[in-house]
Every structure is written in structure tokens, then in C-alpha cells.
């Protein structure tokens, strides 16, 4: 049996306050076996049916990597033709991956057509494979900010693109791009927050009652 104390609920809820997504990166390397270690623990993560669909890709290769960034510098660049006025000068001024400093790229991806779990729980809901993912990349995340390991999502992509650079197996979903480790500086506010672009907000503003 293990047991939760008063005191690691209160680090566990420090934990949820100071995680954060990482755009700003050190450049010094991450110990060989870190981004393995958190892929382990995305590997305990609930799944629907216990269908474990995540799929891993850690992507070591200069070329492939370079591929990706030019991918997202095209991608933002549409994004801010998306947006006009005050607006687009704060887009612009936003630093919106961490692609080029991070010594560490995972994308994730979710495999929709295996066999695993039998299809349990998904008939009705086949996007439940994709919850299970996030779900996976949720707890990565928060495991990665207790040992000091910063991460940033990267959704400014192009799927199909990347598929092509990475050589994914079509039946893989694209997820998510993340940029792994050490943050510049530590802070309890969402950067984009701070950018004034948008505020946290209360659960009262998200939460009924039926
Ligand atoms: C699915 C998904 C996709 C993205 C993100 C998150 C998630 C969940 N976020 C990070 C997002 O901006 C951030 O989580 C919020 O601003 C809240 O900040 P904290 O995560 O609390 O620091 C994000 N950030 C960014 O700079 N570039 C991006 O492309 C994305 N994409």
C-alpha cells in the first residue's frame, strides 16, 4: 500500500501551480535517458480500454529536426496573417516554441488501428484513443517539472509534413511536438499570461450544474 501525506499534496499541488509550458530553453544537453524515462511514466497513464496508443518518435536527427522548425516558422508565419491590428503585433511578439534551443524533441503520436484493448471503450468514442495520448503526454509533463525538466507543446505544425519528415506510418495520428528541457527561469503564471495575451481564469467560469 502506498499513502499521501498532507505534505506531498501540498508539493503535488505546487506541482500543478509551477508546471508550465517551456518555450525558453538552456541549451546544455539532458542526462542520456531522460526523455526515455518520461516516456516511461506517460507509459502509466490511463488509457481507454488499456489500448496504450501513444507512439513515440524522439527525433535526434539535425536534418529532420531543421525540417520541423522551418515547418513551424512557415506555419506561425500563416497563423499571423490570421490575425490584424493589436492583435497581430502581439502575436508576433510571442516566442511560441522552443524548437531551435531544446536539446530534447519528442512528437507524439497516437495509433488508432491496433489491437490493443480490444477496442474497449471506444466504439461509440474512437477519439478516445487521442484523449489517451494527452492524457499520456499530461503526466510526462508534470513529472518532467518535478525534476526541474521543462516542456513546451508544439501544435504549430502542418500534421501531414510532418508525417513526411519523421516517415510515420500513416495510421499513426499526429499528436503533439514537444520541446524537452531546462527552462530559463521558473515561473508560476502561463507565459501567455505575462504576454498579456490571455488570463487564467476561475473554475466558476467553466463549471455548471445539472
Ligand atoms: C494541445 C496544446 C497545444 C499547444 C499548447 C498546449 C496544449 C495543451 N501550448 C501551450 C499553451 O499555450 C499553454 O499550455 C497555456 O498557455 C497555459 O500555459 P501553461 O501550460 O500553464 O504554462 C502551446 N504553446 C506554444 O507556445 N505553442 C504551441 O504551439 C502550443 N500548442
Same mark, same amino acid.
Given at each position: ?19 508550465? +509550458? ?5 541549451? @546544455?544537453? /539532458?542526462?542520456?535517458?531522460?526523455? $526515455? !524515462?518520461?516516456?516511461?511514466? #506517460?507509459? %502509466? ?25 522551418? +515547418? ?5 508565419? @500563416?497563423? /499571423?496573417?490570421?490575425?490584424?491590428? $493589436? !492583435?497581430?503585433?502581439?502575436? #508576433?511578439? %510571442? ?48 513529472a518532467a517539472r518535478a525534476e526541474g525538466i521543462g516542456i513546451g507543446w ?21 499528436i503533439g511536438y514537444l520541446c524537452i528541457g531546462y527552462p530559463q527561469t ?25
Amino acid at each position: 500500500m502506498v499513502s499521501f501525506d498532507d505534505t506531498f499534496r501540498r508539493q503535488l499541488h505546487d506541482l500543478f501551480v509551477w508546471r508550465r +509550458d517551456v518555450r525558453r530553453f538552456r541549451t @546544455d544537453p /539532458l542526462p542520456d535517458g531522460t526523455i $526515455e !524515462r518520461l516516456i516511461e511514466i #506517460a507509459c %502509466l497513464s490511463p488509457s481507454v480500454g488499456l489500448s496504450q496508443p501513444w507512439r513515440f518518435v524522439i527525433v535526434d536527427d539535425k536534418t529532420r529536426r531543421r525540417a520541423v522548425i522551418d +515547418d513551424f516558422k512557415a506555419c506561425n508565419a @500563416d497563423a /499571423l496573417r490570421s490575425y490584424s491590428g $493589436e !492583435r497581430a503585433t502581439k502575436y #508576433a511578439a %510571442l516566442k511560441l516554441s522552443g524548437l531551435e534551443e531544446a536539446p530534447g524533441h519528442l512528437a507524439v503520436f497516437a495509433e488508432k488501428t491496433d489491437r490493443i484493448g480490444a477496442g474497449l471503450g471506444r466504439a461509440t468514442m474512437p477519439e478516445t484513443s487521442e484523449y489517451s495520448v494527452v492524457a499520456g503526454i499530461c503526466s510526462m509533463w508534470l513529472a518532467a517539472r518535478a525534476e526541474g525538466i521543462g516542456i513546451g507543446w508544439v501544435s504549430i505544425l502542418n500534421p501531414e509534413r510532418i508525417h513526411g519528415v519523421l516517415e510515420i506510418p500513416a495510421s499513426w495520428k499526429f499528436i503533439g511536438y514537444l520541446c524537452i528541457g531546462y527552462p530559463q527561469t521558473e515561473c508560476d503564471r502561463p507565459e501567455l499570461e505575462q504576454a498579456k495575451w490571455e488570463s487564467r481564469r476561475g473554475p466558476d467560469e467553466f463549471t455548471i450544474r445539472r
